[in-house]
T-cell receptor, first 111, second 114 residues
């Protein structure tokens, strides 16, 4: 059974800092890994999707990497802004076509 | 393109009642998945529909059921509601099979069971 872990559960950084959010998973037999953002009380916004054959994806200030052999993915946020404050979730898609989510990292960017 | 829409956005029911939630995927998307989000358990997979067929189901009791129509719209039904069913129910759509495609989520339906 796939388990996805995100540590720490919460993170507070000053504005302008570059930061890395970590995601680990136990079963490397995944089709892809997706990073999402969730604002309080809202749905999920897809940030980046990395297929299992890819190593990384970039979108603006965001860069996500995937290392299947070590069961790790990272989301790099450059020059963080207060508007980046949200909960960030990673999720892997396994053979049964379901997304298995981590519990998320709640990020607070201080002005 | 319009995003994924879910109706209703908020719902209050009492124990023992049943509820139907609706999800309209992005136009052209064929796959719809449903998830339950609670503070304790996080996001958990309920089921996925593709071209009107249920492809996979999560570990939820039979009180949770769903279907998909020919226009890809999907409904989820929960019968005999329990207090523990209070949650944010999210649906996600994908252009094709989820193994190879990004999933796009709707805003969710907040269900409160009293």
């Amino acid at each position: 059974k796939q388990e996805v872990t995100q540590i720490p559960a919460a993170l507070s950084v000053p504005e302008g800092e570059n930061l890395v959010l970590n995601c680990s998973f136990t079963d490397s037999a995944i089709y892809n890994l997706q990073w999402f953002r969730q604002d309080p009380g809202k749905g999920l916004t897809s940030l980046l999707l990395i297929q299992s054959s890819q190593r990384e994806q970039t979108s603006g200030r965001l860069n996500a990497s995937l290392d299947k052999s070590s069961g790790r993915s990272t989301l790099y946020i450059a020059a963080s802004q207060p508007g980046d404050s949200a909960t960030y979730l990673c999720a892997s898609t396994g053979a049964n076509s379901k997304l298995t989510f981590g519990k998320g990292i709640t990020l607070s960017v201080r002005p | 393109k319009a995003g994924v829409t879910q109706t209703p956005r908020y719902l209050i029911k009492t124990r023992g009642q049943q509820v139907t939630l609706s999800c309209s995927p992005i136009s052209g998307h064929r796959s719809v998945s449903w998830y339950q989000q609670t503070p304790g358990q996080g996001l958990q997979f309920l089921f996925e529909y593709f071209s009107e067929t249920q492809r996979n189901k999560g570990n939820f009791p039979g009180r949770f059921s769903g279907r998909q129509f020919s226009n890809s719209r999907s409904e989820m039904n929960v019968s005999t509601l329990e207090l523990g069913d209070s949650a944010l129910y999210l649906c996600a759509s994908s252009p094709d099979r989820v193994e190879y495609n990004e999933q796009f989520f709707g805003p969710g339906t907040r269900l409160t069971v009293l």
